[in-house]
C-alpha cells in the first residue's frame, strides 16, 4: 500500500512539473507592445505575447475610463503589424527573448 501512495505522489508531481511553462528555445523572440499608439494613446491593454501567439495590443485616449481601447493592434513573432484597427498602429514594435511557452 506504500508504495502505491508513492507512485501516485510521484505521477501528481510529474503532472504538476509538465503544467508549467518552459523557456522558448535561444533565439526565439515575441512582441513588446509599445506604451503608446501613433496618436500618443496610452496602451490600457495586451495579451498574448508568448511563442507562436501574436501579441494583442490596445489603446484609449482616456485611460482613466472603464472603456474598451479604441485602437487595437496586433504583433506577429517578429514584432511587425499583423493587424490594426485603425491607422494608428505603430507598424513594429520591440522584441525581447526568451518568451514563454505555453503547453
Known amino acids: 500500500m506504500m508504495m502505491f501512495a508513492t507512485l501516485i505522489q510521484l505521477g501528481f508531481l510529474a503532472i504538476l512539473g509538465s503544467a508549467a511553462p518552459s523557456p522558448a528555445p535561444r533565439g526565439v523572440s515575441c512582441a513588446l507592445c509599445p506604451q503608446a499608439d501613433l496618436a500618443g494613446e496610452p496602451i490600457v ?9 501574436p501579441r494583442f495590443c490596445g489603446f484609449q485616449a482616456n485611460a482613466t475610463e472603464n472603456a474598451a481601447p479604441t485602437t487595437i493592434c496586433f504583433y506577429g513573432p ?3 503589424l499583423s493587424y490594426a484597427s485603425t491607422e494608428l498602429c505603430p507598424p513594429t514594435t520591440e522584441l525581447y527573448s526568451p518568451c514563454p511557452v505555453v503547453p
Do not use: I, L, N
Open 45 to 53: 491593454a495586451s495579451s498574448g505575447g508568448t511563442q507562436g501567439v
Open 78 to 80: 517578429g514584432g511587425g
